[in-house]
């Protein structure tokens, strides 16, 4: 059974760009979460959706940021125009319901120049 | 809003010793479960605790659940240098996890 997938690993942009980030959970997990760190900090909650639906999005910043888990396909973590600040590793983790155990993904590690 | 505290924030300890990191609540949790994060890797679970009071072991990790389910203890002996890294407690309350921000654990040889 494959593990949490993401894609891409690493990941450059120049300031203003855009960012898409991918997340496929494992099979038979609808439930998808996804969180930020910054070096030497810890986990930040950003968003918690299961297919089709955004549950909890009180951890994302109301601009630039948004996030999708379509009925097929990987979800997506998008950051719009992004800036220096937006420069850290971006953890995906799935669950088979909630309150069960997280299984994280490698993580997207975004670079801003 | 539900906020989980973890101290120390840095453990350094030689290798062989003893350590405890700890995990405080603000609110009642339904559970609480413990993840180790390796330098430059991702976040793995390690165990669930659901009873008040609820005892895990792990080879030397052991693990406890307090009586009112507002804390919780990690508890590593003879420490390793394979223990390095971050350890982080996640309390659930309703649906959602919580993450505390970590213990950061370095060993001496």
């Known amino acids: 059974n494959a593990g949490v997938m993401q ?27 996804w969180y930020r760190q910054l ?9 918690y959706l299961q297919k089709e639906n955004i549950i909890d999005e009180s951890g994302m910043p109301k601009e630039r940021f948004s996030a999708e888990f379509p009925k097929e396909g990987p979800s997506i973590l998008r950051i719009q125009q992004v800036v220096r600040g937006d420069s850290a590793a971006y953890f995906c983790a799935s669950s088979p319901s909630s309150a069960y155990e997280q299984y994280f993904g490698p993580g997207t590690r975004l670079t801003v120049t | 809003g539900q906020q989980v505290m973890q101290i120390p924030q840095y453990q350094h300890v030689q290798e062989g010793e003893d350590f405890t990191t ?16 390796r330098p430059g890797g991702h976040p793995v679970f390690l165990i669930q605790l659901v009873k008040s009071g609820e005892v895990k072991k792990q080879k030397r990790l052991t693990f406890q659940f307090g009586e009112a389910k507002k804390n919780s203890s990690l508890h590593i002996t003879a420490t390793q240098t394979t223990d390095v890294g971050t350890y982080f407690c996640a309390g659930v309350a309703d649906y959602k996890l919580s993450f505390g921000a970590g213990t950061t654990v370095t060993v001496r040889a």
Do not use: D
């Not at chain 2, 700890?22 to 994060?37: G, V």
């Open chain 2, 22 to 37: 700890y995990c405080n609540s603000s609110t009642t949790l339904s559970n609480i479960q413990w993840y180790k994060q």
């Open chain 1, 39 to 47: 070096p030497e900090e810890g986990l930040k909650f950003m968003v």
């Open chain 1, 7 to 33: 894609n891409p690993r690493h990941l450059v942009r120049r300031r203003g760009q855009e960012a898409r980030l991918r997340c496929s959970p494992m099979k038979g997990h609808s439930h998808v979460y």
